[in-house]
């Protein structure tokens, strides 16, 4: 258990709808990082924040994504119009940067299936 | 980001050191060179990491060749926990996302 909880962990829903993930980081730290693994892949990155702000997006992001993090702790996901191309593993990860390199800690991720 | 090559899979027996090569021929001066496993139905987890100098920590050392073009991560005696996909990742100084490509499968027989 590395300390990052994500909730739910797995998430069955129909295409169209909307679901929402919520990851909670190890509390200090302040940068919080949202990937998408497929199966065979290695994750790929999405979004992160540093404390509340919103810092970068891939362009993996499409429109139907979109992240949050009120208040520089917890944050959530949400997939609006799920499509069965957003089944994927979603992980989130936190750090506490300083200085120039430190290690990102995973949670145990949010597996979506849309059907 | 730079890129890295690994082997898809590699096998090694229970209480023997493993040896797992990565290549990175494009890495930049400010790339530094990082590894994470996972576990089965686990998120990816830090192993190591490095710039020039070789790395030691309690679960891994970290060898890095002195062109900075290659690197092996080393269990100096594997269990049958540490049977995972294992990722070499160059990852710039002032970067901050984590670039994975497809790992190596270490399979880790008793």
């Known amino acids: 258990d590395t300390g990052v909880s994500q909730n739910p962990r797995h998430k069955i829903t129909k295409r169209g709808q909307n679901v929402t993930f919520r990851c909670d980081p190890i509390?200090?730290?302040?940068?919080l990082y949202w990937y998408r693994q497929t199966l065979g892949q290695g994750p790929e990155f999405l979004t992160y924040?540093?404390?509340?702000?919103?810092?970068?997006k891939s362009r993996l992001l499409s429109d139907r994504f979109s992240a949050e993090r009120p208040k520089g702790s917890f944050s959530t996901l949400e997939i609006q119009r799920t499509e069965q191309g957003d089944s994927a593993m979603y992980l989130c990860?936190?750090?506490?940067?300083?200085?120039?390199?430190?290690?990102?800690?995973f949670g145990p991720g949010t597996r979506l299936t849309v059907t | 980001d730079a890129k890295t090559t690994q082997p898809n899979s590699m096998e090694s027996n229970e209480e023997e050191p493993v040896h797992l090569p990565c290549n990175h021929s494009t890495i930049s001066g400010t790339d530094y060179i990082h590894w994470y496993r996972q576990l089965p139905s686990q998120g990816p987890e830090y192993v190591i990491h490095g710039l020039t100098s070789n790395v030691n920590n309690r679960m891994a050392s970290l060898a890095i060749a002195e062109d900075r073009k290659s690197s092996t991560l080393i269990l100096h005696r594997a269990t049958l926990r540490d049977a995972a996909v294992y990722y070499c990742?160059?990852?710039?100084?002032?970067?901050?996302?984590?670039?994975f490509g497809e790992g190596t499968q270490l399979t880790v027989n008793p």
């Open positions: 509390s200090e730290h302040n940068r």
């Open positions: 924040f540093q404390n509340e702000a919103q810092l970068e």
């Open positions: 990860a936190s750090s506490l940067a300083r200085g120039s390199n430190y290690e990102q800690y």
């Open positions: 990742i160059l990852k710039e100084t002032s970067g901050s996302r984590l670039t």
